[in-house]
T-cell receptor
Framework: GAVVSQHPSWVICKSGTSVKIECRSL??????MFWYRQFPKQSLMLMAT?????????EQGVEKDKFLINHASLTLSTLTVTSAHPEDSSFYIC???????????FGEGSRLTVL | DAKTTQPTSMDCAEGRAANLPCNHS???????VYWYRQIHSQGPQYIIH???NNETNEMASLIITEDRKSSTLILPHATLRDTAVYYCIVSLIQGAQKLVFGQGTRLTINP
C-alpha cells in the first residue's frame, strides 16, 4: 500500500535551535498534507493543512511563525519548528492525501525532544 | 463535523471479539464514520469507514445503526497486537481530508 515517510523519526535538539521534519509520499502525489501534534497520553491535534504550491492553513491557536510549513512539491511537505523550546517537545505526525484515489495515509511520526 | 463519544478504555480477552462503541448523535446525512487506531508511538492506521451500510474488511467489521447515531467496530478475533487506541471520527468528505481526532478508546487485549 501507499506509504508516507517521515524523517527524522526522532530528534533531540537544544533549546533555541530550529528543527525541520520532512513528510514524503513515497508512491503517490499528494496535493494536500496535514500536520498533527500529539502530547503524551493525549489525542492528535491538527496543527495545519499544507497545500502544494500555496500557503499553509493553520488551526486556531497554532503560531504560523513558530511552525513553518513548506509544501514545495507533490511529494514533500516540511514542518520547521523555529527556536524550539522544551514545551515544543512532542510527537509530530503528518498525513497525505493521494491526489489520484483520494485516500489518506499517515506517516509514522517524528518525536521531537527539546532539551 | 459531528462530535463523537467513545468509552475511555476497554479490556478484551485474546481470541474473543472486541466490540468498540461510538456515539455520533449529531451526525448529518452525508457524513462518513471512520475508524483509525494508533499503536503506541506510531502513526494512526486506517481500519474501516462507512456511510450507511455495514462494512467488513480483512481487519474489522463496522456496524452502523439505522438512525446512524451510533456505530460499533468489531474486531472478530482480537490478538495482543490489537492493543491500541481506537478513534471513531465523523467526517463530511470521503477521502483525503483533515480528520479531527477525539480522545478515542484505549483497548487492551489480555492474554
Amino acid at each position: 500500500g501507499a506509504v508516507v515517510s517521515q524523517h527524522p523519526s526522532w530528534v533531540i535538539c537544544k533549546s533555541g535551535t530550529s528543527v525541520k521534519i520532512e513528510c514524503r509520499s513515497l508512491d503517490f502525489q499528494a496535493t494536500t498534507m496535514f500536520w498533527y501534534r500529539q502530547f503524551p497520553k493525549q489525542s492528535l491535534m491538527l496543527m495545519a493543512t499544507s497545500n502544494e504550491g500555496s500557503k499553509a492553513t493553520y488551526e486556531q491557536g497554532v503560531e504560523k511563525d513558530k511552525f513553518l510549513i513548506n509544501h514545495a512539491s507533490l511529494t514533500l511537505s516540511t514542518l520547521t519548528v523555529t527556536s524550539a523550546h522544551p514545551e515544543d517537545s512532542s510527537f509530530y505526525i503528518c498525513s497525505a492525501g493521494d491526489r489520484g484515489t483520494g485516500e489518506l495515509f499517515f506517516g509514522e511520526g517524528s518525536r521531537l525532544t527539546v532539551l | 463535523d459531528a462530535k463523537t463519544t467513545q468509552p475511555t478504555s476497554m479490556d478484551c480477552a485474546e481470541g474473543r471479539a472486541a466490540n468498540l462503541p461510538c456515539n455520533h448523535s449529531t451526525i448529518s446525512g452525508n457524513e462518513y464514520v471512520y475508524w483509525y487506531r494508533q499503536i503506541h508511538s506510531q502513526g494512526p492506521q486506517y481500519i474501516i469507514h462507512g456511510l450507511k451500510n455495514n462494512e467488513t474488511n480483512e481487519m474489522a467489521s463496522l456496524i452502523i445503526t439505522e438512525d446512524r447515531k451510533s456505530s460499533t467496530l468489531i474486531l472478530p478475533h482480537a490478538t495482543l497486537r490489537d492493543t491500541a487506541v481506537y478513534y471513531c471520527i465523523v467526517s463530511l468528505i470521503q477521502g483525503a481530508q483533515k480528520l479531527v481526532f477525539g480522545q478515542g478508546t484505549r483497548l487492551t487485549i489480555n492474554p
